[in-house]
């Protein structure tokens, strides 16, 4: 990649965005408003304001492999405390999607290092959904079917958070779980009954 070719590519990206709106920049400047956050996956191939058709200012974003909401990244905990509590976002989303790398390394028995611990989060929605999964004998769609289950557990570790669960409470946020099928450019909405998933464990996590 040559990289001098980024620069010309914004210098031409400020003519247009000025060409339509002289202040455009000094709007931006004014600070941010966002209705939702959107925590996907770091995957070159996905984008996130793009695929929803979304502009500057409209959404918080948070990228990590394989869309992860884990309880003890402090990273991904900071953007969830910061997007819920200060920008009082009022749906966050959890977005995956198919043909997830994160997600295929994870179900591989190779060492991979620094990675181990993190797909080690995957491996566990596995060992959760074991029975289902394992019944599925085509493995794409094996492969599909934990990237959505990956993404509704994903869902459940934010409700299980003090932020989420204060403003679900206080002023009816919604969580949403999507998948982006990278194969049609289709954004799926998985329509999660989380009432039904946390009916049973809910009085464990809920805090006051």
Not at 57 to 85: C, K, P, Q, T, W
Not at 111 to 128: E, M, Q, S, T
Not at 136 to 141: A, C, R, V
Request: some cysteine.
């Amino acid at each position: 990649m040559n990289l001098d070719k980024v620069f010309e590519n914004n210098e031409k990206w400020i003519k247009e965005k000025l060409a339509v709106d002289p202040q455009y920049f000094e709007h931006m400047g004014q600070g941010q408003n966002p209705e939702l956050l959107f925590i996907g996956c770091s995957d070159s191939r996905v984008t996130a304001e793009e695929l929803m058709g979304l502009g500057p200012g409209e959404v918080f974003v948070h990228r990590n492999i394989a869309n992860m909401v884990i309880s003890i990244d402090l990273n991904v905990m900071s953007v969830v405390n910061y997007a819920v509590d200060h920008l009082k976002v009022n749906h966050v989303v959890v977005c995956g999607h198919y043909a997830c790398g994160g997600v295929h390394a994870a179900m591989q028995s190779a060492d991979l290092g620094i990675l181990n611990p993190w797909l080690r989060n995957i491996r566990d929605v596995f060992r959760i959904h074991k029975t289902e999964l394992n019944a599925i004998t085509d493995e794409e769609k094996k492969y599909d079917r934990l990237v959505e289950l990956n993404v509704q557990e994903q869902c459940v570790n934010l409700i299980k958070t003090a932020a989420v669960q204060k403003a679900y409470r206080d002023r009816g946020l919604k969580v949403h779980g999507w998948v982006f099928d990278i194969h049609t450019g289709k954004l799926i909405d998985l329509k999660i009954n989380f009432d039904d998933i946390l009916k049973n464990i809910m009085e464990i996590y809920h805090l006051d």
